[in-house]
């Protein structure tokens, strides 16, 4: 099923690449992606364990996005930039004419208000629980405190993690020696935003769409390397294993 006036910002990174493998295997296609270009220093897929997690599709690190554009024929336009809020990204995206962009750029970039006052809406998949967990790497945070790891599917706004909620999902824990950044974080964010685009094609609307409650008092979260270690420490072993 293709997804008229729905694109996809996409970047060269496991994020994208598992958005639109599973956007693919759940015949979920956006009109078009537009392609950041890649970074100077592209790391190598990770060797880390990609074992099968009921209900959930892990990405195939080998495939890049391109090569599923291709394979899905989803026309792609690859841009020379990877600054988000570059002139010539506001020039691709106003040329799509799209109602709904699908945000998965390169980490750490901020979508500035020129680019948000295009006109299509920025549906973003957020890996933590709004309000209470806003931040750059929060899951980590949830699985520290022991909550359950959560993904929340928002527009994006002005400020940080503070957009009208659209959707949210819990999931399982991953187990351990899983790739959680690479693997079990990107599937859980594509598994939301198969589930919002499949309710999007039926109604032709993000359906739910609320302000989040307390938007401007909730901490923002960013896990020191220390934590992050604890964090996956305290992860249970695979099914398989013995303890």
Same mark, same amino acid.
């Given at each position: 099923?293709?997804?008229?006036?729905?694109?996809?910002?996409?970047?060269?990174?496991? %994020?994208?690449?598992?958005?639109?493998?599973?956007?693919?295997?759940?015949?979920? =296609?956006?009109?078009?992606?537009?392609?950041?270009?890649?970074?100077?220093? *592209?790391?190598?897929?990770?060797?880390?364990?990609?074992?099968?997690?009921?209900?959930?599709?892990?990405?195939?690190?080998?495939?890049?996005?391109?090569?599923?554009?291709?394979?899905?024929?989803?026309?792609?336009?690859?841009? +020379?930039?990877?600054?988000?809020?570059?002139?010539?990204? +506001?020039?691709?995206?106003?040329?799509?004419?799209?109602?709904?962009?699908?945000? +998965?750029?390169?980490?750490?970039?901020?979508?500035?208000?020129?680019?948000?006052? =295009?006109?299509?809406?920025?549906?973003?998949?957020?890996? $933590?629980?709004?309000?209470?967990?806003?931040?750059?790497?929060?899951?980590?945070?949830?699985?520290?405190?022991?909550?359950?790891?959560?993904?929340?599917?928002?527009?994006?706004?002005?400020?940080?993690?503070?957009?009208?909620?659209? *959707? %949210?999902?819990?999931?399982? %824990?991953?187990?351990?020696?899983?790739?959680?950044?690479?693997?079990?974080?990107?599937?859980? %964010?594509?598994?939301?935003?198969?589930?919002?685009?499949?309710?999007?094609?039926?109604?032709?609307?993000?359906? $739910?769409?609320? !302000? !989040?409650?307390?938007?401007?008092?909730?901490?923002?979260?960013?896990?020191?390397?220390?934590?992050?270690?604890?964090?996956?420490?305290?992860?249970?072993?695979?099914?398989?294993?013995? $303890?």
């Amino acid at each position: 099923m293709r997804l008229d006036k729905v694109i996809m910002l996409a970047a060269h990174t496991a %994020r994208s690449q598992a958005y639109l493998q599973t956007l693919a295997a759940r015949n979920l =296609l956006p009109a078009a992606v537009i392609l950041l270009a890649p970074p100077e220093n *592209a790391s190598a897929p990770s060797n880390k364990s990609r074992a099968e997690i009921p209900g959930l599709i892990l990405a195939d690190p080998c495939e890049t996005v391109t090569a599923t554009c291709a394979r899905a024929a989803i026309p792609i336009v690859e841009l +020379s930039t990877r600054d988000i809020n570059s002139v010539e990204v +506001s020039t691709a995206l106003a040329a799509a004419n799209a109602d709904v962009v699908i945000y +998965s750029g390169y980490g750490g970039q901020i979508v500035a208000d020129h680019v948000l006052a =295009l006109g299509p809406v920025f549906l973003h998949m957020h890996s $933590g629980a709004l309000p209470a967990y806003r931040g750059s790497t929060t899951l980590y945070y949830a699985l520290l405190n022991g909550d359950t790891p959560a993904v929340t599917a928002l527009l994006l706004d002005k400020h940080i993690d503070t957009g009208p909620v659209v *959707a %949210r999902r819990e999931y399982a %824990r991953p187990h351990a020696h899983i790739d959680v950044d690479g693997a079990y974080d990107a599937a859980i %964010r594509a598994d939301l935003l198969a589930r919002v685009l499949d309710e999007y094609a039926a109604s032709g609307k993000l359906s $739910g769409e609320r !302000q !989040q409650a307390t938007p401007d008092t909730s901490p923002y979260y960013v896990v020191h390397p220390v934590l992050k270690h604890l964090a996956l420490l305290s992860l249970a072993p695979q099914p398989f294993e013995d $303890g």
